[in-house]
């Protein structure tokens, strides 16, 4: 039991350091030049693979070891947990909502920016996890009476049962989403924040997941796979709005803005991101 909780720890060092890790090796001055896909996404996809691996056949282990009796009473990991998880969902649509909104009407161009792209991987990484959730139809931890990590049923999940949604983990998917896009954009403006920004965000999306296993809502490669689609949203939000300058997107939500003329017209006016 030792050793297989070791693999466990390990496993989830892997998930955390190897996307902290692609964050600090990215650099912000050549991205225009660099193309949307890297040889760094492979790295970053491998150890997410690599993760998944060990924690499989592992699910079962890690689910009844999160709900041991000690653990499940202990009322402030309890109240950590649904901290947690109302701050990936729904908080983190709020955050990012109430960023763009905050940073439009501010004048605030970064904080703008910041709250859209944010708000975008979750976007993209909700959809994406929604179809994997619906199509693979795996049972939640505390469907059947002995957990079954195996319990899947190709498109059951599309039948509006929320308990045959448990692949991927939608908060995780959301929490490192967030982690991604906000250490992308901070590397970005201020570079040698990725010591510490970096190591913070993705920290508390780790333990996003962790809260939904001590829930007994998700399997532990519920929460990789979910830390997987979220960090590639992220990441891939922001270097596409790098690489393709003046796009649509930032060009009617980042740069317009309706300015008064006579009772009769309103004028759209589109200025540049500073």
Known sequence: MKSRCSRFVVALFVVATTANLHAQTTSPDDAPQRPLFTWRDAVLGGGFVLGTIAIRPLDK????????????K???????????????????????????????LSKSDRLAELGLHGTEALVLGSVFGTVLKNT????????????????????????????????PSGHTTAAFAAAAAVTA??????PSSIWYIGPSMYGGATLVGLSR????????????????IGTFAGNKVVRYH???????????????????????RVSLSLVPVR
């Open 61 to 72: 282990q890690a689910a009844d070891l999160t709900q041991r009796p000690f653990p499940q």
């Open 74 to 104: 202990n009322q402030r990991l309890r109240l950590a947990a649904t901290g947690f998880n109302k701050i990936a969902l729904p908080g983190s649509f709020i955050i990012g909502g109430s960023m763009y909104a905050v940073g439009r």
């Open 136 to 167: 693979f139809g795996r049972a939640r931890p505390y469907v059947d009476t002995v957990p079954n990590p195996d319990n899947w049923q190709l498109l059951r999940g599309w039948k509006g049962q929320d308990k045959f949604r448990s692949f």
């Open 185 to 190: 954009e901070m590397s970005r403006w201020y």
């Open 213 to 228: 296993m001590y829930d007994n809502r998700h399997w532990a490669s519920d929460v990789i796979m979910g830390a997987a």
């Open 242 to 264: 790098r690489t393709h300058p003046g796009n649509r997107v930032d060009k009617w939500l980042l740069n317009a803005s309706l300015t008064p003329g006579d009772w009769s």
